[in-house]
């Protein structure tokens, strides 16, 4: 008999910076992984007076690029929200993902928080799709402060 293993999710232990790019393994990034795929999320809150748009741009304006034939269809949703994509079903760079894996990552604002999506692996844009639709958002429940270890 075999034994199934679940995915493992691991929490951020650190609050996603201003400005600061998301690469695998940033503790700010929430990581949920089973065989053959794996989703890292963080959000942040808007900088006072900073508009939707203003906070998406700068995302874009440092994210990697790429597509491929693999791509999902624009416009993309994420929960019914209106995103855009940067990493396109391109093969990843560095580790993290299984051989033959594809990427996409995905940012959008929702109730003044900005949000990034990446999901990776021996995945196609339908799959992909389907997880992004899943998602509900819930601001009031972020968490921007990481709590310090009790002594």
Not at 21 to 31: E, F, K, R, V, Y
Request: aromatic share 6%; hydrophobic share 40%.
């Amino acid at each position: 008999m075999t034994k199934r293993v679940g995915p493992t999710a691991t929490p951020a232990t650190e609050v996603w910076k201003p400005g600061a790019q998301l690469l695998w393994g940033n503790p700010a990034l929430d990581d949920l992984r089973k065989a053959g795929l794996r989703i890292v999320v963080a959000s942040q809150a808007l900088a006072s007076g900073q508009s939707a748009e203003q906070w998406v741009s700068s995302y874009v304006d440092k994210a990697p690029k790429c597509s491929s034939g693999l791509e999902l269809p624009a416009p993309v949703a994420v929960g019914g929200h209106s995103a855009t994509i940067t990493l396109n079903g391109c093969p990843p760079e560095g580790g993290g993902v299984e051989p033959g894996s594809r990427i996409y990552d995905v940012v959008l604002v929702v109730d003044g928080r900005g949000y990034a999506f990446t999901i990776a692996g021996l995945v196609d844009p339908a799959y992909v799709q389907a997880i992004l639709d899943t998602v509900t958002f819930d601001a009031a429940s972020a968490v921007d402060v990481v709590p310090s270890a009790s002594p």
